[in-house]
């Protein structure tokens, strides 16, 4: 446990004011991407409200999930080469009963 990251030691991390599960098959969400999250809020803002939107290597889903929750009519397909980072990604948007993300594996 010397030099593990807290966020992996209590399986969880805040982004965006959302309680993210994150563990070693993912990568922590910094808080310098929701900054990311936000300039891509203002960009949708500009946008057709139907948009649909590809997050590739979604990780814990933390941008995909911070997106769907701002952006509830968007589409949003979330893809990552580890299914076991999918698999976290599913369980948080399934936590905050967030349904409009396709989480989807790919060949890396």
Not at 46 to 60: A, H, R, S
């Amino acid at each position: 446990m010397d030099g593990m990251p807290i966020a992996y030691l209590t399986g969880y991390k805040e982004f965006w004011s959302l309680p993210l599960k994150v563990n070693q098959d993912t990568l922590i969400p910094r808080p310098e991407t929701e900054h990311l999250v936000q300039q891509s809020l203002i960009k949708l803002d500009n946008l057709d409200k139907n948009y649909q939107i590809l997050e590739l290597g979604t990780g814990c889903g933390a941008v995909a999930v911070a997106l769907a929750g701002e952006r509830p009519k968007a589409s949003i397909v979330a893809t990552d080469v580890s299914v076991k980072a999918l698999k976290i990604g599913k369980y948080n948007a399934s936590k905050l009963h967030i349904s409009n993300i396709q989480f989807v594996a790919v060949i890396g």
